[in-house]
Nanobody, 115 residues
Framework: QVQLVESGGGLVQTGGSLRLSCAAS????????MGWYRQTPGKQRELVAF???????YYADSVKGRFTISRDNAKNTVYLQMNSLKPEDTGVYYC?????????WGQGTQVTVSS
């Protein structure tokens, strides 16, 4: 089965940028929709963005215009470029399919945006 490993998080100041990567241990060609989710303190895990194999994308209103999701099927990797980061973007970011499959949840990658 495919395993997903997130990386690229870190500590940045407000207005900064980060690029998250989600590397799959196997092919993601057969996975139509890949998404990025985040868990912020005191809130449930939420969908941030997803991308279909067609390239169509979706973004939550809170990140629209600031985040960009992309996928490289040849590298079995999904990316999340995050610009103009805000303190409310702080949280643990995960990748998974849409709908989610519990077996795909990884450790996530911590993003902390300081004010």
């Amino acid at each position: 089965q495919v395993q997903l490993v997130e990386s690229g998080g870190g500590l940045v100041q407000t207005g900064g940028s980060l690029r998250l990567s989600c590397a799959a241990s196997g092919s993601i060609l057969s996975i139509n929709v890949m998404g990025w989710y985040r868990q912020t303190p005191g809130k449930q895990r939420e969908l941030v963005a997803f991308i279909r194999t067609s390239g169509n994308t979706y973004y939550a209103d809170s990140v629209k215009g600031r985040f960009t999701i992309s996928r490289d099927n040849a590298k079995n990797t999904v990316y999340l470029q995050m610009n103009s980061l805000k303190p409310e973007d702080t949280g643990v970011y995960y990748c998974n399919t849409l709908p989610v499959h519990g077996i795909y949840w990884g450790q996530g990658t911590q993003v902390t945006v300081s004010s």
